[in-house]
T-cell receptor, first 114, second 114 residues
């Protein structure tokens, strides 16, 4: 599985956009980029995922570079409730041989400040 | 629509005791998973069930057993609890096993073994 690299921590002002980077330089063609977050003591929460194209949903936008070696998660208007650990995960799609497991690294702790 | 529910929320066991952690989902998902999260660490897959009637080992299965009771329910059993099994246990489900399908997590069970 491709390895991801994220900054350990970031700050963001409330109401501003939070841009969380992720490096996955060894990603291969059939691997998806996933983002989850974990608010203190809660279960991980799915945010967004993509393969090649940029994606947007009601929570966030995912920007994947053309070479797919890095991506950025954008929370357009961060609130205090967005304070959490954000995990960037690369998942291979190998069909029936895929356990489906998610490999969580250390993630980025995002602190949204008033 | 409750999503993924887990019981109990908290449990304290003595070494050697047994217990079963319960998980249920109401999203009609085919695949279900059990993870554990140790303090300051990412999640690790214990067991998974790709579909009703099947179960397979993840990366840390020793000391655990699972049962996929029906499509909704997936239980995790500790036959003889050990202090090394002190952890937070998360159940997750997804529509399918492949990387295209996002996983949804329950709130977790916090287990302490003394």
């Amino acid at each position: 599985d491709a390895k991801t690299t994220q900054p350990p921590s970031m700050d963001c002002a409330e109401g501003r956009a939070a841009n969380l980077p992720c490096n996955h330089s060894t990603i291969s063609g059939n691997e998806y980029v996933y983002w989850y977050r974990q608010i203190h003591s809660q279960g991980p929460q799915y945010i967004i995922h993509g393969l090649k194209n940029n994606e947007t949903n009601e929570m966030a936008s995912l920007i994947i570079t053309e070479d797919r070696k890095s991506s950025t998660l954008i929370l357009p208007h961060a609130t205090l409730r967005d304070t959490a650990v954000y995990y960037c995960i690369v998942r291979p799609d190998t069909g029936s041989s895929n356990t489906g497991k998610l490999i969580f690294g250390q993630g980025t702790t995002l602190q949204v400040k008033p | 629509n409750a999503g993924v529910t887990q019981t109990p929320k908290f449990q304290v066991l003595k070494t050697g005791q047994s217990m079963t952690l319960q998980c249920a989902q109401d999203m009609n998902h085919n695949s279900m998973y059990w993870y554990r999260q140790d303090p300051g660490m990412g999640l690790r897959l214990i067991y998974y069930s790709a579909s009703e009637g099947t179960t397979d080992k993840g990366e840390v299965p020793n000391g655990y057993n699972v049962s996929r009771l029906n499509k909704r329910e997936f239980s995790l059993r500790l036959e003889s609890a050990a202090p090394s099994q002190t952890s937070v246990y998360f159940c997750a489900s997804s529509e399918g096993q492949g990387a295209y399908y996002e996983q949804y997590f329950g709130p977790g069970t916090r287990l302490t073994v003394t």
